[in-house]
């Protein structure tokens, strides 16, 4: 099965500076990589997503990469607020057919202001 | 956006008894929900696989007798955890995806369950 590995698991930044989260994943089938941002004692929410046909994708301060050669995917957030300390997951899916996707381990972000 | 709805947030129980955690889809039917178990600063690791009208598929290592999961509507999935016991303390979250995004689209969670077994 799919196997997702992230790094670091914590991740301390100051106010305004950037933060990169990176992650590589086992299975070349899988095409599909969300990002959630999970607040303490809140749910996951997705905050962007790439699909394997695409290198990069921005969305304001925060950006994915893709390099499917070699297995990997990483997680920009630019400018960094105290409102982005959270914990972060990656995830693949496992293209096996039904896309169920295995979480890397998640990488507790600080901001601190 | 898609929200899904999950209940209770916070349960306490007595060793043995038996606790059921509801999970809605509230504006998106859904034929797939998926139920997660997360430790303290740990990951989502996945339980079991919830599929409307059919029985759930459980992930290696998850007894299916414990941990009894009911898919009986498009918008409802149950997980109940029958006679708990102080090892199954956990927090509980369940996520579901839009069936008409298709299998590649996002999946959306419940606030999540914590429960604690006394």
């Known amino acids: 099965g799919e196997n997702v590995e992230q790094h670091p698991s914590t991740l301390s930044v100051q106010e305004g500076d950037s933060a990169v989260i990176k992650c590589t994943y086992s299975d070349s089938a899988s095409n599909y990589f969300p990002w959630y941002k999970q607040e303490l004692g809140k749910r996951p929410q997705l905050i962007i997503d790439?699909?394997?046909?695409?290198g990069e994708k921005k969305d304001q301060r925060i950006a994915v990469t893709l390099n499917k050669t070699a297995k990997h995917f990483s997680l920009h957030i630019t400018e960094t607020q105290p409102e982005d300390s959270a914990v972060y997951f990656c995830?693949?899916?496992?293209?096996?057919?039904?896309?169920?996707?295995?979480f890397g381990r998640g990488t507790s972000l600080i901001v601190h202001p | 956006g898609a929200v899904v709805s999950q209940h209770p947030s916070r349960v306490i129980c007595k060793s043995g008894t038996s606790v059921k955690i509801e999970c809605r889809s509230l504006?998106?039917?859904?034929?797939?929900m998926f139920w997660y178990r997360q430790f303290p600063k740990q990951s989502l690791m996945l339980m079991a696989t919830?599929?409307?009208?059919?029985?759930?598929?459980?992930e290696q290592g998850v007894e299916k007798d414990k941990f009894l999961i009911n898919h009986a509507s498009l918008t409802l999935s149950t997980l109940t955890v029958t006679s708990a016991h102080p090892e199954d303390s956990s927090f509980y979250i369940c996520?579901?995806?839009?069936?008409?995004?298709?299998?590649?689209?996002?999946?959306?969670f419940g606030n999540g369950t914590r429960l604690t077994v006394t």
């Open positions: 790439i699909r394997s046909n695409v």
């Open positions: 919830s599929n409307e009208g059919s029985k759930a598929t459980y």
């Open positions: 995830a693949a899916s496992n293209g096996g057919g039904s896309y169920i996707p295995t």
């Open positions: 996520s579901a995806r839009d069936r008409r995004g298709g299998i590649g689209s996002p999946l959306h």
């Open positions: 504006d998106f039917q859904a034929t797939t």
